[in-house]
């Protein structure tokens, strides 16, 4: 791609750069294949299937999407819901499900069912009724189980008999499939589990009749009937979630545990199988295992914390000799504990990647949280990352595969001992040079760019341009986190980009600083970076201050504008959160509490009751198919501000998600953007 084109289309072109990469891992036992996605060619946007020979670095199409599908891609409603969920935005094939021995892989295109053979190279099309959802070949590789209308269901690889084993028994059940909440704050995403020898599965039964409903209208279709969502807003019920072990022959034994979240299962060769709850104000966390014969259940463990125990990725887990894997509090970090023994110091770890019987990978950060290591942890702790940056890692008997990002480099480097996997994403027609800075009393994370022709001794107008809450770091040692900002620094303002209290990577206070007090501590902490960053940087004009956002980052801009208007300037808050009962149960009961139980909290952190109070230029865009952050929660700002007399503008999206949108507006969005700021702070 040639530089005559703009970065904001190229961005919006490419899904961030991510189009044409590497992606989506995985190595056989034996540790000589290495499996991945990635577009069947480098002009496809489409993800293949691909797979790599450890040894020679030679790379094999498995399956192209191309050679498939003759008819356009058609999503089931369900499959649509899942990747806005995920975040998912590519096409072709999105994930895939190998069998123990990695001989056999399935995955769905386009509702449909396909299994590869990895040994001879084939594919081939299972017939279904259609609607595939999350399709996941057993683990000895003989049958593969799905889900469709809210039905599980299994199909024998070499017969083709399809059967149902667990059917719905209401209008508002599904079988196999994860809740809303569990799906976008728990990042569970599946509803069932094979036990290891294929003859029976974990389903999760949902009963969403308790939720309450929502509408999604198309106000600029008005012919199209809105969509109905279960949304469980703060305070409300969620969805009535069990677990079943049903067998290939339809029979069920009811798991005899209750609970208010399900974390997750995990059914391995190390143990029984293991289920991780959480009750509802989250400062219980108990892991059990199943007998799955008869549904009883035994208490492993019991965490608790007087605020709320973290929901961990990768953990709990067995080792293959039968060791209870966890991330637990010590002290104020994030460690490792194996069995009985907390066996890591000294880091934070993020994620179990592996576990095998000589030592469990992790990702974790030192004393630096803007960069991320993969370290093995045996009888010592080895970091496998050497380089400065962001890595994760997966790894299949004594092959890993580890992916990196750093600063000086773009995308990620997918590396497999001395081989690299190939990535078509295209290369940005702009480079970002941020300055990292650690700020104030707090140590604050921050990263300063300057327009790359900016000449010392010129006073810049600031933009601030922060996430600043729970769960996403914006200030990490990877080049293509900062393209964007560049970008806007390019037109002629210091950026700044802070993480403040909440955000993850520095251990248990520092995210819980926020409990009860988004407004206070997130706000506080932006405020601190941009006076920081002036000492340090004297071209900054604090005359001249604008902060944009999104999702948080979209609450944290407008909360700025309406609380510190001798500080912020101008703002533009997209898709903000404006009214905290207005989102889901699960993340903000967590920082908030119940409504019912703090009234108060939740009054505090609304941004509605402020509306008299602003007195600077404020942008609000939302997408009116948004499904995450309603687009109510703009609606009821815009109205309170109209009722205080206060001037706003509004951009509405119509058609679009809380995901980046299509092509030309995502391109014009920033365009638009740009030309506010400029005149908001000339």
Do not use: C
Request: charged share 20%; aromatic share 8%; net charge negative.
């Amino acid at each position: 791609m040639g530089n005559d084109i703009s970065f904001p289309r190229q961005q919006a072109r490419t899904q961030r750069f991510t189009v044409g990469a590497p992606r989506t891992f995985a190595v056989s036992s034996d540790g000589a294949r290495v499996f991945f996605l990635r577009p069947a060619t480098a002009t496809s946007r489409a993800n293949g299937l691909w797979e790599l020979d450890a040894a020679t670095g030679v790379e094999r199409l498995l399956a192209d999407p191309a050679q498939l599908l003759t008819d356009p891609e058609d999503l089931p409603a369900e499959e649509k819901a899942r990747r806005e969920r995920t975040r998912e935005s590519g096409a072709g094939i999105v994930g895939y499900a190998l069998s123990k021995d990695a001989t056999v892989a399935s995955f769905a295109l386009s509702g449909r069912l396909f299994v590869a053979d990895l040994v001879k190279g084939s594919v081939r099309e299972l017939p279904t009724g259609g609607g595939v959802i999350d399709p996941r070949v057993d683990p000895t590789g003989t049958r593969v189980a799905y889900v469709t209308r809210g039905t599980l269901r299994v199909v024998e690889l070499e017969s083709g008999d399809d059967f149902a084993v667990a059917v719905p028994d209401g209008e508002d059940v599904t079988f196999g499939l994860a809740e809303f909440i569990a799906a976008e704050e728990m990042s569970r995403y599946r509803g069932y589990w094979w036990e290891p020898d294929g003859t029976r599965l974990i389903a999760a039964r949902v009963n969403n009749a308790p939720v309450q409903r929502w509408y999604i209208a198309d106000p600029a279709n008005p012919a199209t009937a809105a969509t109905e969502i279960a949304y469980p807003a703060a305070g409300t019920a969620n969805a009535n979630v069990s677990l079943h072990v049903v067998s290939l022959d339809g029979t069920f034994v009811p798991v005899l545990l209750e609970f208010d979240y399900l974390n997750d299962v995990h059914w391995s060769s190390g143990g029984a199988p293991l289920i991780t709850t959480q009750s509802r104000d989250q400062r219980t966390r108990r892991i059990y295992s199943l007998a799955p014969d008869t549904g009883s259940v035994s208490e492993l463990a019991v965490e608790t914390d007087p605020v709320w125990v973290e929901v961990t990725g990768g953990a709990p887990a067995w080792t293959p000799d039968g060791r209870l894997v966890r991330i637990v509090g010590s002290g104020d970090e994030y460690a490792l504990q194996v069995g009985d023994d907390v066996v890591t110091s000294g880091i934070q770890v993020r994620r179990v990647l592996d576990i095998s019987d000589e030592s469990i990978l992790v990702a974790a950060s030192g004393d630096d949280p803007t960069q991320t290591h993969v370290y093995s942890v045996g009888t010592t702790v080895e970091k496998l990352s050497t380089e400065d940056g962001v890595h994760t890692a997966i790894r299949g008997g004594d092959t890993v595969v580890l992916a990196s990002a750093t600063l000086d480099r773009f995308g990620v480097r997918a590396t497999v001992g001395e081989h690299e996997i190939e990535s078509w994403a295209d290369t940005p027609v702009l480079k970002a040079a941020p300055r990292l800075l650690t700020l104030g009393e707090r140590g604050l994370r921050a990263a300063l760019l300057l327009p790359r022709d900016h000449q010392p001794g010129t006073k810049l107008p600031v933009l601030m341009d922060p996430y600043g809450g729970p769960h996403a770091q914006r200030v990490v040692s990877s080049q293509n986190a900062f393209l964007a900002s560049q970008w806007l620094a390019d037109q002629g303002f210091a950026v700044i980009v802070a993480d403040g209290r909440g955000t993850p990577g520095r251990g248990l206070a520092w995210e819980r600083a926020i409990a009860y007090d988004f407004a206070g501590a997130t706000l506080e902490d932006q405020v601190d970076a941009l006076q920081a960053a002036a000492a340090v940087e004297p071209d900054l004009d604090l005359t001249r201050v604008a902060i944009r956002g999104w999702s948080y980052g979209g609450y944290l801009s407008a909360l700025a504008v309406l609380r510190r208007p001798d500080v912020f300037h101008a703002g533009i808050a997209g898709a903000p959160v404006t009214d905290w009962r207005l989102y889901d149960t699960h993340y903000t009961e967590r920082y908030l509490g119940h409504p019912d139980e703090k009234p108060e909290v939740y009054d505090s952190n609304s941004l509605i009751d402020d509306a008299d109070k602003l007195s600077r230029p404020l942008m609000i865009i939302h997408g009116l198919a948004d499904d995450n952050v309603v687009a109510a929660h703009t609606l009821r700002l815009s109205s309170a501000l109209l009722a205080a007399g206060r001037p706003h503008t509004v951009l509405p999206l119509s058609g679009v998600t809380h995901m980046t949108p299509q092509e030309q507006v995502a391109e014009n969005l920033l365009l638009l953007q740009v030309e506010f700021l400029r005149q908001a702070l000339s």
